[in-house]
Structures are given as C-alpha cells and as structure tokens.
C-alpha cells in the first residue's frame, strides 16, 4: 500500500505541525522519558530509526542519548523533506520497513517508535529490524497497547457532559485497519492483538529483556490522569542473541 492509498503523504503537513520540537503529549510526557532511563549511561554506535517522520527522535538520539551515528528511514517523501531540512546533516532516507535497504548487522540499536501500527506486512517488517540488529544489539519499540488499537477512534465512553467515564473494547482479536482521524491528520491504522506482535518477535529469534507501560509525568494535568487511568502506550526492549 502506498503513503497516498495510507494517508501519510497528504497528512505529512498536519502531522509535523502536531509535532512541533519536541513532539507530542505522548512523546514529551510518557515515552521520551521512559526512554532515557532505559538508555541511561548506555552507549551505542549506530542506530536505525524506522519510520524516523520528520526526524524528530533521530535527533534526539544525537542530542540526548548521543549516538555516534543515526540513520532514518521512512517511506513518506514529505516527512522525509521536513526533517532533512531541520537536520541537514542528518542521514535520512527513502525506504520501507519491510525492506531495509541495509546488510545484516548494520545497527547495534533498531527503533521503531509508534511505527507498527501503520505497517500492513509486519511480519515481514519485524523479520527485517530483526536481521539489521547486530547480534547483542537492541531493538526498541514503543507502541500503542493492542486494547486501545481495538477500541478504534471512539475509545472513551463519556457521559451527557462530555465526561470521560471508561474505555471500551471491542473487536480485539480480530486483526483490522481502521482510519484515525485527527487535528487535521487522517491516517490508516491496523489493530493486532498482543499476542500476534510478541509471536513474531520471538519467532524471528529475540529475546524479550524489557517491558513497561510508562506513566505521564507532566503535561496539562487532566490529560495526564485521563492518560494514567488508561495507559495506552508501552515500551519494549528486545535482544538479538
């Protein structure tokens, strides 16, 4: 499927202004944090950002978590544009997931950050972050829990007033994609259970060494309770023996 038939390209505008520097609720509060305490007084060499967008954590690897080398790579030309302008120094490329155009080994750390939700052939796509890790390197994925990909665009039930009463769930072994629309953004999005991603990810020879489901820690404050009554993102370390 291509990024017009997904959504991506004619979303590319709205999706780098919803992102600002520093990115977005999700990203400032919950996982970028997550993140730099999993990465804390760690070093790695070379790192792959699949589906890197405008680029924003690739620079954030080089700035905060100071990578010697960052490569993205992403299949949306106009995202790619937005962050080779932002980092002209930066490596950014054409490519898709499901084919890295890279030999085996090349990365020490592989991230793919809120990227598996939009990728239709995943099993192809964990098979190939897995054969670009180097063995004893990491991949690390974020992403959104598989209760709130089943829930579609209508996850919170509220009541007469507009308040936020509970999540429902529905749907939630069937594998499907469904368009999310928001802020200007339409994207399509595919729903897998849990157990579909961690089959593959050990099927394509990692080990599982962390898991967190990352409170907020700041942020508009009835953003964040409503974000830690239901915490929809997690984050995954996987090893490559």
């Given at each position: 499927m291509s990024n017009v038939e997904n959504g991506w390209s004619q979303s590319a505008p709205a999706w780098v202004?919803?992102?600002?520097?520093?990115?977005?609720?999700?990203r400032q509060f919950v996982l970028d944090p997550a993140i730099d305490r999993l990465l804390e007084q760690r070093s790695f060499q070379r790192a792959l950002d699949v589906g890197c967008g405008e680029g924003r954590f690739c620079r954030r690897l080089k700035q905060?978590?100071?990578?010697?080398?960052?490569?993205?790579i992403d299949p949306t030309e106009p995202l790619l544009a937005s962050a080779r302008s932002r980092d002209p120094a930066g490596d950014y490329r054409f490519a898709q997931a499901e084919a890295l155009p890279f030999?085996?080994?090349s990365f020490d750390l592989v991230v793919s950050y809120f990227t598996l939700i939009d990728i239709a052939?995943?099993?192809t796509a964990i098979n190939e972050m897995a054969r670009v890790t180097t063995p004893g390197g990491s991949l690390l994925i974020a992403n959104l829990n598989s209760f709130i990909t089943a829930c579609g665009s209508g996850a919170w039930v509220r009541d007469g007033a507009g308040k936020k009463k509970f999540v429902q769930v529905d749907t939630y072994l069937t594998e499907h994609a469904e368009w999310q629309e928001w802020r200007g953004?339409?994207?399509?999005?595919?729903?897998?259970?849990?157990?579909?991603?961690?089959?593959?990810l050990l099927?394509?020879?990692l080990h599982l060494v962390r898991f967190?489901?990352?409170?907020?820690?700041?942020?508009p404050p009835?953003?964040?309770?409503?974000?830690?009554?239901?915490?929809?993102?997690?984050l995954m370390e996987w090893k490559k023996p």
């Open positions: 202004e919803s992102q600002g520097r520093d990115g977005d609720f999700n905060h978590q100071k990578v010697t080398s960052v490569t993205g030999p085996d080994g052939d995943i099993e953004i339409r994207i399509l999005n595919y729903h897998r259970p849990m157990s579909r991603y961690m089959t593959l099927q394509a020879g967190e489901e990352p409170p907020a820690i700041g942020g009835e953003t964040r309770d409503a974000y830690n009554r239901v915490p929809y993102a997690h």
